[in-house]
């Protein structure tokens, strides 16, 4: 099955300051790649996703880069805020299952 | 739009005691739907996912079972519950390519 590892596992950023995730996987299939935020308590929400079609994607202030090739996979998030504070999963998918990392914890100080 | 339900938010069972979680959506019709447990400080793990009513499959062998009785409710239940089944429960939905959308959880405590 997928296998998928995330890095690094805690994050700490100055405020306004740029932070990344990176992951890698290991089935050659997978061609979704989602990014979730899970705050304290709640369950994750989805904040973007790539398919294996396109190599980037942003929204904002949050990119995902995707190198199929190396089989690895980025969250960019720039000018970090206080509310950016929070568990990052990301996830890869060949079919309607996914296979999670097990999380970065990212910690904005103002 | 389409929303999800999960109750209750925290359960509190002992050892050997039943469990019911239940689950459901709103808003669309025959989803995928799926059970995952989140550990403490470690990724999400799938448990069971469905693709339509009385259609489960389970991922990994475990103390837990799921059902679905209707096609927007998933119910995760077990007849004697285990210390190491506390943990995170989330439900969650999908729908052909899309994306998966996250309940808020079941935090379950086994004493």
């Known amino acids: 099955g997928e296998n998928v590892e995330q890095h690094p596992s805690t994050l700490s950023v100055q405020e306004g300051d740029s932070a990344v995730i990176k992951c890698t996987y290991s089935d050659s299939a997978s061609n979704y790649f989602p990014w979730y935020k899970q705050e304290l308590g709640k369950g994750p929400q989805l904040i973007i996703d790539?398919?294996?079609?396109?190599g980037e994607k942003k929204d904002q202030r949050i990119a995902v880069t995707l190198n199929k090739t190396a089989k690895h996979f980025s969250l960019h998030i720039t000018e970090t805020q206080p509310e950016d504070s929070a568990v990052y999963f990301c996830?890869?998918?060949?079919?309607?299952?996914?296979?999670f990392g097990a999380g970065t914890t990212v910690t904005v100080r103002a | 739009s389409q929303t999800i339900h999960q109750w209750p938010a925290t359960l509190v069972q002992p050892v050997g005691s039943p469990l019911s979680l239940e689950c459901t959506v709103e808003?669309?019709?025959?989803?995928?739907l799926y059970w995952y447990r989140q550990a403490a400080g470690r990724g999400l793990q799938l448990l069971f996912y469905?693709?339509?009513?009385?259609?489960i499959s389970s991922e990994v062998p475990q103390n837990l079972s799921a059902s679905r009785p209707q096609d927007r409710q998933f119910i995760l239940s077990s007849k004697k519950l285990l210390l190491s089944d506390s943990g995170f429960y989330l439900c969650?939905?999908?729908?052909?390519?899309?994306?998966?959308?996250f309940g808020d959880g079941t935090r379950l405590s086994i004493l």
């Open positions: 996830a890869a998918s060949s079919d309607y299952k996914l296979s």
């Open positions: 808003g669309t019709s025959n989803p995928n």
């Open positions: 969650a939905w999908g729908q052909g390519e899309q994306p998966q959308h």
């Open positions: 469905s693709v339509g009513i009385g259609q």
């Open positions: 790539i398919r294996s079609n396109v």
